[in-house]
């Protein structure tokens, strides 16, 4: 008996063919279900968001008038008048710019600060307390689920308007952020310079201070740096619940159409932003890079 | 065995070893202390100029603790129908909000990564205006988008699509540019276009990436959705702050409790999801 090669070859072509047809086919069909649950899932979203595509088509040339009205008159002959105009409450802005940037500075050292002492407290691989780890472990949960600005109006009325709930409210979220994150770093240490260090006779603190601190100490200041500017944007929106900042005045102006002041102070919160993270990464990388990582 | 437990002539052969390591360094000393003094000054500072008075705070702490007796036992009475549309309502806009940013981003990214986009003026152009529309935060969308479209949650929806079209935009395009160059020149060899280039080479790349970050988003939407209502802008927030103003405390703790489950569920489910579509949990 003989074989025909040429018909082996085709048979296996076949047979490959038929397999990568059934491959791309199973592919399809998990990609076409999954865009299926995705549609159905925002066809429900868009009926209980009240997603009306008239109003949004109408809406939508109002979007471009509206940042056209908000753009200040600077003529070329006037210039400097002109922006002297647009930045007509500029020293009060800018207070409320540096009250907002101290709003999330304070806030920020106060999270960092608990939520340093807490973290080794829900790490694993040095505290073996399962049950305070647990309680801790959970308080921070709760400290990072609950929105900053939720803790903001209830301090808002337990203190009374003014930056200092602002800066609780950003300190609690920050302990819980902060606290997990401290506590990942901690958790994924080498722990020989831990056991050298006990062998000494070091007790626990000791063995933080000589053998943990010094593994982590640049990645804690790093993931600190980051939050400030998370925080540096929180805080810029504090103010419409009245707890402290520029938000106050940029709520007011957009709430009572007060055009140009709404560009000009939404040019300094952008700016702000925008050198504040610049400043942050340069400097996280000055550290990172100066502990060779 | 502790260097304070020595002494005598073996503590000074120890000390006279290891010169280096026992030598106090003064410079670095000064530095850090100079460091912290800076930090440390500046945060009294900010106490100060803030106006944080300990007895302001104390008189706060004892009416936060009325305040918290009065959250228990937590309660919807009448209102719990309500709420849940509420809370529908804050998912729904986390959802929205994060697909129409999603999509919006995904043929812009092109146009700010460096190895699609030629032009330099183009690439800057989008990246600014990324820069632009993340450096202003979620709920002061929503104050313009209210004054665009009006109240209720559409304005939210909007809103959040727009500060999320900043981060994914930026986002994306670094996905585009770290995707392997073997890939595109793969598919350049057979003579494709740049349309081509770009859908057989590059998004395969980077498709599981930007649904892990599209998910990861929306958890974090479903959070910030949670307040949007409070400048009007749709969702639970709105019963939230009216509770808060009426100081109908168990109804604001079991609103709480209620976002609390919620984003418990949905980081839940979303992380399976994520698992289940990528294969391998992807760090993005």
């Known amino acids: 008996m ?14 490959l063919l038929r397999d990568y047809k059934a491959a791309v086919r199973s592919k399809r069909i998990r990609a076409a279900l999954l865009a299926a649950a995705v549609l ?50 500029f020293p009060t802005w800018i207070e409320l710019l540096l009250e907002t940037l101290l709003v999330a500075y304070v806030g920020t050292l106060t999270g960092a600060t608990v939520g340093f002492a807490l973290c080794f407290l829900t790490s694993a691989n040095i505290f073996r307390n399962h049950v305070v780890a647990f309680v801790v472990k959970r308080t921070l949960e709760f400290c990072r689920t609950v929105p900053d600005i939720v803790f903001a109006l209830l301090f808002v009325y337990a203190i009374g308007l003014g930056p200092v709930p602002g800066v609780l409210a950003i300190a609690i979220h920050t302990v819980g952020a902060l606290g997990k994150q401290f506590a990942e770093v901690v958790e994924n240490i080498d722990l020989k310079p831990v056991e050298g260090l006990r062998s000494t006779g070091a007790n626990w603190v000791e063995q933080i201070r000589f053998a943990v601190l010094p593994q982590v100490m640049s990645n804690f200041v790093s993931y600190v740096l980051l939050r400030f500017e998370i925080n540096v944007r929180g805080a810029t929106v504090m103010g419409f619940v009245g707890a ?50 | 065995m502790r260097l304070q437990n020595i002494d005598g002539p073996e503590r000074e052969r120890i000390l006279a070893s290891y010169p ?4 106090p360094d003064y410079g670095r000393r000064a530095a850090t202390i100079l460091a912290t003094a800076g930090i440390v000054g500046l945060f009294v500072f900010g106490l ?22 009065a959250m228990f036992p937590p309660t919807a009475g009448q209102q719990l129908p309500v709420y849940i549309t509420a809370l529908g309502q804050t998912l729904s806009i986390a959802f929205l909000g994060t697909m129409l940013a999603a999509a919006l981003a995904f043929p812009l990214a092109f146009f700010a990564a460096k190895n699609v986009a030629g032009m330099w003026v183009v690439r800057f152009l989008t990246k600014r205006s990324f820069d632009v529309m993340r450096g202003i935060d979620t709920l002061i969308w929503a104050l313009i988008f209210i004054n665009v479209v009006g109240l209720g949650p559409f304005s939210g929806i909007l809103a959040v699509a727009m500060s999320d079209l900043g981060s994914f935009g930026k986002l994306f395009s670094e996905a585009i540019e770290t995707a392997s160059r073997k890939q595109v020149e793969g598919v350049l060899s057979t003579g494709a276009s740049k349309v081509q280039e770009v859908r057989f080479a590059i998004i395969p ?21 949670t307040v949007i209502g409070i400048v009007g802008a749709g969702g639970i927030g709105l019963y939230l702050s009216n509770e808060i103003s009426q100081q109908s405390w168990d109804h604001v703790s079991f609103i709480i409790l209620m976002i609390l489950g ?23």
């Open chain 1, 244 to 293: 402290g900042g520029i938000g106050k005045e940029l709520l007011s102006s957009i709430r009572q159409f007060y055009y140009s002041d709404v560009s000009a102070i939404l040019l300094m919160v952008i700016a702000t932003v925008f050198v504040i993270d610049l400043l942050t990464e340069r400097l996280r990388h000055r550290l990172l890079g100066l502990t060779g990582h």
């Open chain 1, 2 to 15: 003989t074989v025909d090669t040429a018909d082996v070859t085709r048979q296996r072509a076949i047979l």
């Open chain 2, 48 to 69: 100060v100029w803030l106006g944080f008075s300990p007895s302001a705070l104390l008189r706060g702490v004892s009416r936060l603790g009325i305040i918290l007796q």
């Open chain 2, 262 to 284: 919620t984003v418990a569920a949905i980081d839940f489910v979303s992380a399976r999801v994520r698992r289940s579509i990528i294969g391998m949990p992807v760090r993005a």
């Open chain 1, 40 to 89: 159905i899932c925002a066809v429900a979203a868009a009926w209980s968001g009240e997603v009306d595509v008239k109003k949004f088509v109408e809406g939508l040339p109002r979007f471009g008038s509206y940042f056209r009205d908000i753009m200040p008159t600077l003529r070329p002959a006037t210039f400097w008048s002109d922006v002297a105009e647009w930045y007509w409450n």
């Open chain 2, 20 to 23: 280096k390591v026992f030598a």
């Open chain 2, 205 to 225: 790349q980077v498709l599981p990436i930007f649904l892990s970050q599209v998910l990861y988003y929306f958890e974090s939407n479903v959070r910030s959705a």
